[in-house]
């Protein structure tokens, strides 16, 4: 089993940054495909970012893109997601997420294996 605890959410202003964590324990985290998905009051869970098990390849969400950056420490056994000029649009519940095997494509929710409970991002206008 992998287990999967984010960190880093809170309170933001419009404008602001701010980073979250995944940290991954249990088994080894440089095989697995990760990502990270939201999900609103009363809404579905959505894609935000993935990588692959490498880091060499990133995807995004049309709704985050240029925006938000995800990467991998494998030393660290930690996945990030650092969130720049945020909007009142991003406040959701953020999970991160990992895959045995690579998600086509990488927002296919039902493709991930393991998740973390969330960490909650609030932004102001």
């Known amino acids: 089993q992998l287990q999967l605890v984010e960190s880093g959410g809170g309170l933001a202003q419009a404008g602001d940054s701010l980073r979250l964590s995944c940290a991954a324990s249990g088994r080894s985290f440089t095989s697995y495909f990760m990502g990270w998905f939201r999900q609103a009051p009363g809404k579905e869970r959505d894609f935000v970012a993935s990588?692959?098990?490498?880091?060499?390849?990133?995807t995004y969400a049309d709704s985050v893109k240029g925006r938000f950056t995800i990467s991998r420490d494998t030393a660290k056994n930690t996945l990030y997601l650092q969130m720049d000029s945020l909007k009142p649009e991003d406040t959701a519940l953020y999970f991160c997420?990992?895959?045995?095997?690579?998600?086509?494509?990488?927002?296919?929710?039902?493709?991930?294996?393991?998740w973390g409970q969330g960490t909650q991002v609030t932004v102001s206008s």
């Open positions: 990588i692959t098990w490498s880091g060499a390849t990133t």
């Open positions: 997420a990992a895959a045995r095997f690579q998600p086509r494509p990488a927002s296919v929710t039902a493709a991930y294996d393991y």
